[in-house]
C-alpha cells in the first residue's frame, strides 16, 4: 500500500462479479481539515492516523449494518453473533476517537448511514447482492472479513502509535475468527470461494488453523506486525 490513505482502495467489484449489476469500487477520500486549530491530543497522531481513524470507524459499523440486515432477510444466527462483535469493534475505534478528541464521522447509529457516501454505496450494493441468496449471503460476509484483514494489515505497516496498533491487532484477530466462521459455512453448504483481497496462501493459512483467544497487545512496527507469524 503506498504510504497515503487517499490511494487506498475501498472495494474491489470482485464480490459483486461479473453476474451482478452491483459491480463497483471505491475509494477512500481526502477530508480537508479547513483551518480550525487542531486539539493538542490530534496533534498527536499523523495525517494518516487521524483519517484511518475516522475510517475503521464507519467500515465496523458497515459491517455490522450489513450483518444485522442480512440477519432479517435469512435468520441465520451468524450474522447476529457477529453483528454484536462488529458493534464492539466500532465502539473500540470510537473510544480511541473520543481519546484524541477526534471528530466521530458515525452521525447515526440507523443502518446504512454513513459520513463517507461511499459507504453508503456499498452497505446498498452488500445488501442487495447478499439478499439475493445464501450462498451470496454468506459470500458477502467472508469477503467483508476477507477485506477488513487486507485494510488492517495496511494499516498496520503504517500506524505507530501502540494503542491504535493494539485495537488494529484485535480487530484483525477478530476478523480472522469471522472469516473462520463464516468459510466454515460456506464449505459445509458445498458453496466455493476464491479470496481476492488477500492471497490463497494467507487466506488458507487463516481458514485451516484455530479460533484466536485472549487479547492482542503489541507495539511491534515492523512491516509484518498485523499478520500472524509463519
Not at 490511494?7 to 451482478?20: D, E, G, K, P, R
Not at 481513524?53 to 442480512?70: C, G, I, Q
Not at 453473533?81 to 471528530?103: C, P, R
Amino acid at each position: 500500500m503506498k504510504n497515503s490513505i487517499l490511494q487506498t482502495t475501498l472495494l474491489s467489484a470482485s464480490i459483486l462479479a461479473v453476474s451482478s449489476p452491483y459491480a463497483f469500487a471505491g475509494k477512500w477520500n481526502q477530508q480537508k481539515t479547513g483551518s480550525a486549530p487542531q486539539t493538542q491530543a490530534i496533534s498527536a497522531l499523523t495525517n494518516f492516523e487521524v483519517e484511518s481513524l475516522k475510517f475503521m470507524r464507519e467500515e465496523e459499523k458497515l459491517a455490522r449494518d450489513v450483518y444485522l440486515t442480512l440477519y432479517d432477510v435469512w435468520g441465520v444466527s451468524i450474522f447476529k453473533n457477529i453483528a454484536d462483535s462488529e458493534q464492539k469493534h466500532t465502539d473500540s475505534v470510537a473510544n480511541l476517537l473520543t481519546k484524541y478528541g477526534i471528530e466521530d464521522p458515525v452521525k447515526s447509529d440507523a443502518l446504512g448511514d454513513y459520513t463517507n457516501p461511499d459507504f453508503n454505496e456499498l452497505y446498498h450494493a452488500l445488501v442487495d447482492y447478499g439478499s439475493y441468496s445464501y450462498e451470496q449471503a454468506l459470500k458477502v460476509g467472508t469477503e467483508i472479513e476477507e477485506l477488513d484483514i487486507a485494510d488492517l494489515n495496511d494499516q498496520l505497516n503504517i500506524v505507530n502509535k501502540s494503542d491504535i496498533t493494539n485495537v488494529y491487532n484485535n480487530l484483525l484477530k477478530g476478523s480472522r475468527n469471522h472469516l473462520r466462521s463464516f468459510y466454515s459455512l460456506v464449505t459445509q453448504a458445498g458453496f466455493e470461494y476464491t479470496p481476492t483481497h488477500i492471497t490463497q496462501e494467507e487466506f488458507d493459512e487463516i481458514v485451516n488453523s484455530e479460533s484466536e483467544t485472549g487479547n492482542i497487545n503489541t507495539t511491534n512496527t515492523t512491516s509484518g506486525k498485523g499478520r500472524r507469524g509463519r
